[in-house]
Protein backbone atom coordinates (compact mmCIF):
# COMPACT_ATOMS: atom_id res chain seq x y z
CA UNK A 1 0.00 0.00 0.00
CA UNK A 2 1.23 3.41 -0.83
CA UNK A 3 2.28 6.02 1.66
CA UNK A 4 -0.28 8.66 0.82
CA UNK A 5 -3.50 6.35 0.80
CA UNK A 6 -2.46 4.98 3.95
CA UNK A 7 -2.16 8.31 5.50
CA UNK A 8 -5.81 8.85 4.28
CA UNK A 9 -7.80 5.51 5.01
CA UNK A 10 -7.89 6.04 8.64
CA UNK A 11 -9.49 9.33 8.02
CA UNK A 12 -11.43 8.07 5.27
CA UNK A 13 -12.99 5.29 7.13
CA UNK A 14 -13.89 7.72 10.12
CA UNK A 15 -15.84 10.24 7.54
CA UNK A 16 -19.35 11.55 9.47
CA UNK A 17 -22.10 11.24 7.62
CA UNK A 18 -23.27 14.00 5.23
CA UNK A 19 -19.72 14.90 4.71
CA UNK A 20 -17.11 15.68 2.08
CA UNK A 21 -13.81 14.74 1.78
CA UNK A 22 -11.36 16.09 -0.81
CA UNK A 23 -8.15 15.14 -1.94
CA UNK A 24 -5.61 16.72 -4.44
CA UNK A 25 -3.18 15.36 -6.46
CA UNK A 26 -3.99 11.81 -5.55
CA UNK A 27 -2.86 9.55 -8.28
CA UNK A 28 -4.53 6.60 -10.33
CA UNK A 29 -2.58 3.41 -8.32
CA UNK A 30 -3.57 5.24 -5.09
CA UNK A 31 -7.79 5.60 -6.12
CA UNK A 32 -7.03 1.68 -7.41
CA UNK A 33 -5.76 0.83 -4.34
CA UNK A 34 -8.16 2.63 -1.94
CA UNK A 35 -11.03 1.24 -3.62
CA UNK A 36 -9.94 -2.51 -2.94
CA UNK A 37 -9.32 -0.94 0.95
CA UNK A 38 -12.47 0.91 1.20
CA UNK A 39 -14.76 -1.14 3.98
CA UNK A 40 -17.67 1.42 4.18
CA UNK A 41 -19.85 0.53 0.80
CA UNK A 42 -21.88 3.94 1.44
CA UNK A 43 -19.26 5.88 0.38
CA UNK A 44 -19.18 7.58 -2.79
CA UNK A 45 -16.33 8.32 -4.91
CA UNK A 46 -15.54 10.45 -7.61
CA UNK A 47 -11.37 11.00 -9.58
CA UNK A 48 -11.31 13.35 -11.58
CA UNK A 49 -7.27 13.64 -13.24
CA UNK A 50 -6.29 13.63 -9.98
CA UNK A 51 -8.71 15.33 -7.66
CA UNK A 52 -10.09 12.44 -5.28
CA UNK A 53 -13.78 13.23 -3.64
CA UNK A 54 -15.74 10.68 -0.83
CA UNK A 55 -19.18 12.16 0.21
CA UNK A 56 -20.46 9.81 2.92
CA UNK A 57 -23.96 10.00 2.34
CA UNK A 58 -26.67 10.30 4.97
CA UNK A 59 -29.34 7.87 5.86
CA UNK A 60 -32.10 9.83 4.08
CA UNK A 61 -29.67 10.29 0.80
CA UNK A 62 -29.95 6.17 0.54
CA UNK A 63 -33.69 5.99 1.60
CA UNK A 64 -33.98 8.15 -2.02
CA UNK A 65 -31.94 5.96 -4.24
CA UNK A 66 -33.15 2.54 -2.68
CA UNK A 67 -36.71 4.10 -3.90
CA UNK A 68 -36.05 5.45 -7.24
CA UNK A 69 -34.30 1.93 -7.70
CA UNK A 70 -38.51 0.56 -6.76
CA UNK A 71 -39.54 3.35 -9.30
CA UNK A 72 -37.20 1.66 -11.90
CA UNK A 73 -38.39 -1.67 -11.43
CA UNK A 74 -42.14 -0.52 -11.94
CA UNK A 75 -41.02 1.44 -14.61
CA UNK A 76 -39.55 -1.96 -16.58
CA UNK A 77 -42.43 -3.81 -15.35
CA UNK A 78 -45.33 -1.73 -16.90
CA UNK A 79 -43.74 -0.31 -19.54
CA UNK A 80 -41.76 -4.22 -20.89
CA UNK A 81 -38.56 -2.64 -21.27
CA UNK A 82 -35.48 -4.70 -19.94
CA UNK A 83 -33.51 -2.67 -17.48
CA UNK A 84 -30.38 -4.02 -15.37
CA UNK A 85 -29.36 -2.20 -12.35
CA UNK A 86 -26.14 -2.26 -11.06
CA UNK A 87 -26.71 0.08 -7.88
CA UNK A 88 -23.46 2.81 -6.96
CA UNK A 89 -21.12 0.54 -8.57
CA UNK A 90 -17.73 1.91 -9.99
CA UNK A 91 -17.66 3.33 -13.34
CA UNK A 92 -13.81 4.15 -14.31
CA UNK A 93 -11.77 4.52 -16.89
CA UNK A 94 -7.82 4.68 -16.71
CA UNK A 95 -7.13 6.02 -20.23
CA UNK A 96 -9.04 8.97 -19.15
CA UNK A 97 -7.99 9.25 -15.06
CA UNK A 98 -11.53 9.60 -14.23
CA UNK A 99 -13.94 7.28 -12.12
CA UNK A 100 -17.14 7.82 -10.64
CA UNK A 101 -19.85 6.21 -8.04
CA UNK A 102 -23.56 7.33 -8.64
CA UNK A 103 -26.01 6.71 -6.26
CA UNK A 104 -28.03 4.41 -8.86
CA UNK A 105 -27.42 3.23 -12.70
CA UNK A 106 -29.24 1.55 -14.81
CA UNK A 107 -28.66 0.01 -18.45
CA UNK A 108 -31.80 -0.08 -20.49
CA UNK A 109 -30.65 0.25 -24.51
CA UNK A 110 -27.94 -2.23 -23.73
CA UNK A 111 -29.44 -4.42 -20.64
CA UNK A 112 -29.09 -7.22 -22.77
CA UNK A 113 -25.83 -6.77 -23.52
CA UNK A 114 -24.55 -6.61 -20.36
CA UNK A 115 -26.75 -9.09 -18.60
CA UNK A 116 -25.18 -11.39 -16.90
CA UNK A 117 -22.00 -9.85 -17.19
CA UNK A 118 -19.84 -9.26 -13.77
CA UNK A 119 -16.82 -7.51 -14.54
CA UNK A 120 -17.03 -4.63 -16.81
CA UNK A 121 -14.38 -2.86 -18.82
CA UNK A 122 -15.42 0.65 -19.57
CA UNK A 123 -12.46 0.87 -22.54
CA UNK A 124 -14.30 -1.37 -24.52
CA UNK A 125 -17.94 -2.07 -22.23
CA UNK A 126 -20.76 0.64 -22.79
CA UNK A 127 -21.14 3.24 -19.73
CA UNK A 128 -24.66 2.72 -18.17
CA UNK A 129 -27.24 4.31 -19.76
CA UNK A 130 -28.50 5.90 -17.01
CA UNK A 131 -26.82 7.31 -13.82
CA UNK A 132 -28.74 9.20 -10.86
CA UNK A 133 -27.09 11.64 -8.25
CA UNK A 134 -29.22 12.78 -5.63
CA UNK A 135 -27.81 15.90 -3.60
CA UNK A 136 -28.76 16.63 0.30
CA UNK A 137 -26.28 18.10 1.77
CA UNK A 138 -23.59 17.98 -1.55
CA UNK A 139 -23.46 19.16 -5.09
CA UNK A 140 -23.14 16.35 -7.65
CA UNK A 141 -22.95 19.29 -10.66
CA UNK A 142 -18.98 18.46 -10.51
CA UNK A 143 -19.32 14.94 -11.31
CA UNK A 144 -21.07 16.09 -14.69
CA UNK A 145 -18.03 16.31 -16.70
CA UNK A 146 -16.65 12.47 -15.50
CA UNK A 147 -19.81 11.17 -16.86
CA UNK A 148 -19.96 12.84 -20.21
CA UNK A 149 -15.86 11.88 -20.33
CA UNK A 150 -17.41 8.12 -19.54
CA UNK A 151 -20.04 8.80 -22.36
CA UNK A 152 -23.23 8.20 -19.79
CA UNK A 153 -25.69 9.57 -22.20
CA UNK A 154 -28.16 10.52 -19.15
CA UNK A 155 -28.59 11.96 -15.72
CA UNK A 156 -31.47 12.01 -13.29
CA UNK A 157 -30.74 14.70 -11.00
CA UNK A 158 -32.50 14.73 -7.53
CA UNK A 159 -32.02 17.99 -5.03
CA UNK A 160 -34.92 20.06 -3.43
CA UNK A 161 -37.41 18.10 -4.16
CA UNK A 162 -36.78 18.57 -7.84
CA UNK A 163 -35.97 15.97 -10.11
CA UNK A 164 -34.28 16.91 -13.52
CA UNK A 165 -33.27 14.85 -16.80
CA UNK A 166 -30.05 15.79 -18.56
CA UNK A 167 -28.90 14.42 -22.11
CA UNK A 168 -25.25 14.19 -23.30
CA UNK A 169 -25.13 16.30 -26.44
CA UNK A 170 -21.44 16.08 -27.43
CA UNK A 171 -19.22 16.51 -24.46
CA UNK A 172 -21.82 18.54 -21.97
CA UNK A 173 -25.22 17.69 -20.64
CA UNK A 174 -28.44 19.36 -21.58
CA UNK A 175 -31.59 19.40 -19.32
CA UNK A 176 -34.67 17.64 -21.11
CA UNK A 177 -38.12 17.30 -20.58
CA UNK A 178 -38.78 13.35 -21.13
CA UNK A 179 -36.19 10.37 -20.47
CA UNK A 180 -35.05 8.66 -23.73
CA UNK A 181 -35.03 5.26 -22.66
CA UNK A 182 -39.10 5.49 -20.56
CA UNK A 183 -41.49 6.43 -23.49
CA UNK A 184 -43.26 9.26 -21.30
CA UNK A 185 -41.31 9.50 -18.38
CA UNK A 186 -41.21 13.02 -17.00
CA UNK A 187 -39.13 14.05 -14.23
CA UNK A 188 -42.02 15.51 -12.53
CA UNK A 189 -43.15 11.95 -12.31
CA UNK A 190 -40.40 10.29 -10.19
CA UNK A 191 -40.36 13.83 -8.16
CA UNK A 192 -44.18 13.31 -7.32
CA UNK A 193 -43.59 9.87 -6.44
CA UNK A 194 -40.82 10.30 -4.30
CA UNK A 195 -42.73 13.42 -2.10
CA UNK A 196 -45.58 11.18 -1.46
CA UNK A 197 -42.95 8.31 -0.17
CA UNK A 198 -42.04 11.42 2.39
CA UNK A 199 -45.63 11.78 4.13
CA UNK A 200 -46.76 8.47 3.62
CA UNK A 201 -45.31 4.80 3.54
CA UNK A 202 -43.20 3.90 0.51
CA UNK A 203 -45.74 0.93 -0.09
CA UNK A 204 -48.54 3.23 -0.99
CA UNK A 205 -46.52 5.79 -3.15
CA UNK A 206 -45.17 3.11 -5.23
CA UNK A 207 -48.89 1.70 -5.74
CA UNK A 208 -49.53 5.32 -7.04
CA UNK A 209 -47.02 5.66 -9.20
CA UNK A 210 -47.29 1.71 -10.88
CA UNK A 211 -51.35 3.15 -10.98
CA UNK A 212 -50.55 6.61 -12.84
CA UNK A 213 -48.57 4.66 -15.56
CA UNK A 214 -51.44 2.48 -16.09
CA UNK A 215 -54.10 5.22 -16.65
CA UNK A 216 -51.78 7.23 -19.20
CA UNK A 217 -50.87 3.82 -21.22
Known amino acids: MEIQTAGYLDAIEHLPEGTTLIIQQFSWDDYETLLQLLDRPNLRTAYDCGRLEIVSPLPEHEEYSVFIDALVRILSEELKVKVQSYG ?14 PDACYYVANASRVSGKRKFDLEVDPPPDIVVEIDITNESLSKFPIYAAL ?3 EIWHYSGGIMRFFKLTGDIYNEVSKSRFFAGLRPTMLADALE ?12 AFRQRLQSNS
Do not use: F, N
Open 88 to 101: SATWKRRSLAKGVE
Open 151 to 153: SVP
Open 196 to 207: QSKTTDQTTALQ
